[in-house]
C-alpha cells in the first residue's frame, strides 16, 4: 500500500478531514478521476443528501425523469427494447449467441425453476404454481394480483 496526500483536493474543495489515504500501488493507472475514491466519510454522506434533496425537487416540480407519465414510460421502454434488441442480434450476444442446445438447457432450467414455486391465492387459501394459480384465480373472477410465494 501507498500513503497518498489529498491535502491538495482538501483545498481545492475547501474541506477539512483526511489527510492521507491508502491506496494499493499503481492506484494512478486505475483511477482517471480518483476524487470520488478519495472522499471523506462526511462527504459521501453530503453526497447522498444532496441527491436526495435533488430527486424530492425534481418529483415535486415534475422534471427530469420524473416528468414523463406512465404511458411516456412504457413507449420509451418499448424503443429501448427494440433497440437493445438489435444490437444484441447484430452483436451475437445474450440470446442470440447462444446455440440451439444451450438455449434448450436453459429454458428448461428456466422451467424447473418456475414450476417448483408454490403460490398461494389470499382469497382462497389454495396453493399451487403459478401459471395453474393464475388459471384458478380467472375462472373464478378473482384479482391476479391476490396471490404471494409460498417459500
Known sequence: MQKVSVQSL???????????????????????????????????????IGGAKGART?????????????????????????????????????LFGMSEEDKRKAQTNGGKVVGNQRWKCLVTG???????LTRYQKARGIDTSQRIRVE
Not at 389454495?126 to 395453474?132: L, V
Open 10 to 48: 482538501n483545498e481545492c474543495f475547501n474541506v477539512s478531514g483526511l489527510d492521507y489515504v491508502e491506496m494499493p500501488e499503481g492506484w494512478e493507472k486505475m483511477y482517471d478521476d480518483c476524487t470520488f475514491h478519495l472522499q471523506s466519510k462526511a462527504g459521501q454522506i453530503g453526497g447522498k
Open 126 to 132: 389454495k396453493i399451487t404454481n403459478i401459471g395453474a
Open 58 to 94: 425534481q418529483i415535486e416540480n415534475k422534471i427530469g425523469m420524473y416528468a414523463r407519465d406512465k404511458e411516456q414510460l412504457r413507449i420509451d421502454a418499448i424503443k429501448g427494447g427494440k433497440i437493445m434488441g438489435e444490437k444484441h442480434y447484430q452483436n451475437k450476444t445474450g
